[in-house]
């Protein structure tokens, strides 16, 4: 397993969208194991492949807390087929460090997805893992939390990575 490098805003490549998986073999399954690690040694509770400069349909999350046992599930070609209600929760991004926005998304969610041995499944959630699955589900239509705040608030956010970025060059 390899830890990747996470790609940080405005990288160009969080922006695409990413495509479909023709086939799970183990090369995905190699991505999977690397995505989980990679989020793992982060930490986040999520993390999708563009994230990792890889432009295609897969994600994987783990919402379980420290001393919990791990819920890690991959999601590939996943599909949103139900939303209910809306909530408002305040989420973060492996590729927005230090950046905590709040985001309106449904309360619920019924996702159907191929697992790593290519198995399909439907997951009904709600909580931080519904979240998590909305969140996770936009980077894969090349979508950021800055798309979903304020103009206000975008600017807000993009001063900041810059200021982050701009600290971490200097000498
Ligand atoms: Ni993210």
Same mark, same amino acid.
């Given at each position: /397993? ?10 160009? $490549?969080?922006?695409?969208?990413? !495509? ?8 995905? @399954?190699?991505?999977?194991?690397? /995505?989980? !690690? ?7 509770? =999520? +993390? *999708? *492949?563009? #994230?990792?400069?890889? *432009? ?16 890690? @599930? ?17 989420? =973060? ?6 950046? %905590? ?6 309360? $619920? ?6 697992? *790593? #041995? ?8 709600? =909580? +931080?893992?519904?979240?998590? +699955?909305?969140? !996770? ?6 979508? +950021? ?9 975008? $600017? /807000? ?7 982050? %970025? ?6």
């Amino acid at each position: /397993m390899t830890i990747r490098t996470i790609l940080e805003y405005p990288d160009k $490549r969080l922006t695409y969208e990413a !495509e479909p998986v023709a086939k799970v073999d183990d090369e995905v @399954r190699t991505l999977v194991e690397d /995505m989980a !690690e990679t989020m793992y040694a982060a930490p986040g509770v =999520g +993390l *999708a *492949a563009p #994230q990792i400069g890889v *432009a295609l349909r897969v994600f994987v999350i783990d919402i379980a807390g420290e001393n919990e046992p791990s819920q890690l @599930r991959a999601f590939i070609n996943p599909e949103i087929v139900e939303k209910h209600g809306v909530v408002v929760w305040e989420e =973060g991004c492996l590729s927005f460090p230090g950046v %905590h926005v709040e985001i309106e998304r449904a309360e $619920r969610v019924k996702v159907r997805a191929l697992d *790593a #041995q290519g198995k399909e499944f439907e997951l009904e959630a709600d =909580g +931080l893992l519904a979240i998590a +699955l909305q969140h !996770e589900y936009d980077h894969l239509d090349g979508k +950021l939390m800055t798309d979903r705040v304020s103009l206000l608030k975008k $600017r /807000m956010i993009e001063r900041e990575m810059r200021k982050r %970025h701009a600290s971490e060059s200097r000498p």
